[in-house]
């Protein structure tokens, strides 16, 4: 098989072949003015791109009006791809390799194939070595692998090795498992920790819940016990932060650690970084273009990897992925902003059966933004909902006069394209072009229907458009669930853009706490007993926040020499100790 000079990918989903014009691609295409076949119309009555023919010209990237074409000059160091869908789809390069006794965490931007890395290595998908038209074999894989360390793990993997994958997509569980919480995670405990998960997740609440009614952040906590109580060499974990808190973040990462302490090998996929660094000792960066291939790069160690990707440089391979570096302030943020309060709210109640919220007072000033943290179940959606008009306080009528735009935890998948949503009037067409359309990679998401996107795809539809709105204040809800690492840190850039331009203030409700630092000025923190009672503070200076809210957390956080980012120290490590004998759980100069 010869090595082709690109990579030609169509999207489906995006390509409407009779409405360009009766095939655009094909009649605009020069080679095929040349009477070669290029581009054809295939069975299927789809476009089809011969990568051997294209010389990369791209006139059926520019003139197809969907963007449904993706056509990219295939990189020098990029062999015979590890799997490929089908002809003109997406194709993945070089897979990590499984450590016995470690956690090895992937890293990546969505749609780059990490998720697929963990079907193939978990079983659930063998890769065809680019072969799409044949019936993978993993007889075939062992021979691409021989002399590899990843022969030794697809050939144990075919004999006797077992597997226990958690997989991305939860919220499809109760299609799957029936009964009550208890009775599920009975059946499954193969090494007898059922006790011991029920602590640390804390899930005694929900033992005797029927698995349909569950929430996200019970069924991923769910979703990771059921895969740590299982008896099993390899464990494979596919987002396990999704939907939960800081503190049962925590938890979690002691859960998976326990495994690699137990000696099995762990993979994890993660986009919260202080997660990531905390759990993992090796870390693979993957690279490419969504959508259209992805590399797997060597293994790094923890360190090292998370700031090669953030720096857009992989040393080892002497590689350069991206032209921007993701940095962070190599100092503590400053005392809070000056400027004047143009806004206070009063102290709030609210009770609903079996749970109580109570408000202190405070005020907001002007191009601030205020990060909210705390638990679960707390209240910290009931208060921003409170000051958006959605709920109403028991003690108080609240009038502010303020146009308030809000993004709430539930994202709109109503039958409208992005398009449509972006042409409504409220919406201030400068903002979106200049702060979202291309940052967020929009731009190929503006004729598909808000009910077909992904996760990750409706957030950031759902942060753009509450930000492209005219308002005096800003709430967001949860702005970084399903977001990928550089769209998180993209985000935070042009919360802090529009905020200090225009001179107004937002509050976010965020659990990954590198974004909460990225971005906030203040922190609001919320304490008490979740699902029973909620209690907000003042907001106040980011360091007296952030160190009642880790202590309470028992987790200390300290600066990167090299890239400035957060990172959580180990539990009971040296500076651990240190800093909290000095009780200064955040980072100091």
């Known amino acids: 098989m010869a090595l082709k000079k690109r990579i030609a990918v169509l999207d489906y989903d995006k390509c409407h072949p009779i409405e360009c014009g009766n095939f655009l691609c094909i009649r605009m295409c020069p080679v095929n003015r040349t009477k070669k076949e290029c581009i054809i119309e295939n069975e299927k009555n789809f476009p089809e791109i011969s990568e051997e023919l294209c010389i990369g010209c791209q006139i059926c990237v520019v003139k197809c009006p969907f963007d449904a074409i993706s056509i990219i000059n295939k990189p020098a160091e990029l062999d015979f791809p590890i799997h490929q869908f089908s002809k003109n789809s997406f194709r993945l390069y070089n897979l990590p390799y499984p450590k016995n006794s470690a956690v090895v965490g992937l890293i990546g931007k969505n749609g780059i194939g990490k998720s697929t890395v963990l079907k193939i290595l978990s079983n659930e998908l063998t890769p065809n070595l680019g072969n799409f038209d044949e019936t993978p074999s993993i007889d075939k894989v062992l021979e691409?692998?021989?002399g590899k360390q990843l022969m030794n793990f697809f050939n144990s993997a075919k004999k006797d090795s077992k597997l226990s994958f958690k997989p991305q997509r939860i919220e499809l569980i109760p299609k799957k498992a029936k009964g009550k919480v208890l009775d599920l995670l009975k059946k499954i405990d193969e090494r007898n920790k059922l006790n011991e998960l029920i602590e640390?997740?804390?899930?005694?609440?929900?033992?005797?819940?029927?698995?349909?009614?569950?929430?996200?952040?019970?069924?991923?906590?769910?979703?990771?016990?059921?895969?740590?109580?299982?008896?099993?060499?390899?464990?494979?974990?596919?987002e396990p932060s999704s939907f939960l808190d800081i503190k049962q973040r925590l938890n979690m990462a002691k859960v998976i650690n326990s495994l690699a302490e137990s000696n099995k090998s762990v993979l994890i996929v993660e986009h919260d970084l202080a997660v990531l660094d905390y759990l993992s000792e090796y870390i693979h960066v993957f690279y490419g273009s969504p959508g259209v291939y992805g590399v797997v790069s060597s293994v790094k160690s923890s360190r090292n990897g998370i700031n090669e990707f953030l720096n857009g440089y992989l040393k080892d391979e002497n590689l350069k992925f991206r032209s921007k570096e993701l940095s962070f302030e190599v100092k503590p943020p400053q005392k809070s902003r000056k400027t004047s309060i143009f806004f206070s709210y009063p102290f709030l109640e609210k009770k609903f059966p079996g749970f109580s919220l109570k408000i202190e007072e405070g005020n907001l000033r002007q191009g601030e933004v205020i990060g909210i943290v705390g638990g679960n179940a707390l209240g910290k959606t009931t208060f921003v909902r409170m000051l958006a008009g959605e709920i109403k306080p028991d003690n108080t009528k609240l009038d502010f006069k303020l146009k308030i735009s809000f993004k709430s935890q539930q994202l709109n998948s109503e039958k409208k394209t992005v398009r449509?949503?972006?042409?409504?009037?409220e919406i201030n067409k400068d903002i979106f072009n200049s702060e979202f359309?291309?940052?967020?990679?929009?731009?190929?998401?503006?004729?598909?229907?808000l009910s077909n996107l992904s996760g990750g795809e409706l957030q950031k539809v759902a942060v753009a458009f509450c930000l492209s709105k005219e308002a005096d204040l800003y709430l967001l809800d949860e702005p970084s669930a399903f977001?990928?690492?550089?769209?998180?840190?993209?985000?935070?850039?042009?919360?802090?853009?529009?905020?200090?331009k225009k001179g107004k203030t937002a509050l976010i409700v965020d659990h990954d706490v590198l974004f909460i630092d990225y971005i906030s000025d203040r922190l609001i923190v919320f304490e008490g007993i979740t699902s029973v009672s909620g209690k907000s503070f003042a907001p106040q200076e980011?360091?007296?926040?952030?160190?009642?809210?880790?202590?309470?957390?028992?987790?200390?956080?300290?600066?990167?020499?090299?890239?400035?980012?957060?990172?959580?120290?180990?539990?009971?490590?040296?500076?651990d100790k240190e800093q909290k004998q000095k009780g200064e759980y955040y980072y100091s100069v």
């Open 437 to 449: 359309r291309k940052k967020l990679s929009l731009d190929s998401l503006m004729d598909s229907d």
């Open 483 to 500: 977001i990928d690492v550089e769209d998180r840190l993209k985000i935070a850039e042009a919360i802090r853009s529009i905020i200090e």
């Open 144 to 146: 691409k692998f021989k």
């Open 420 to 425: 449509e949503l972006f042409s409504l009037p």
């Open 542 to 575: 980011m360091h007296s926040g952030m160190n009642f809210f880790l202590k309470e957390m028992s987790v200390t956080f300290r600066r990167d020499p090299e890239t400035g980012r957060p990172r959580a120290n180990k539990l009971n490590s040296i500076k």
């Open 200 to 238: 640390l997740l804390d899930l005694k609440e929900i033992l005797n819940k029927e698995i349909k009614t569950l929430s996200g952040g019970e069924l991923q906590r769910i979703a990771i016990a059921a895969t740590a109580l299982k008896q099993a060499d390899y464990y494979f974990f596919d």
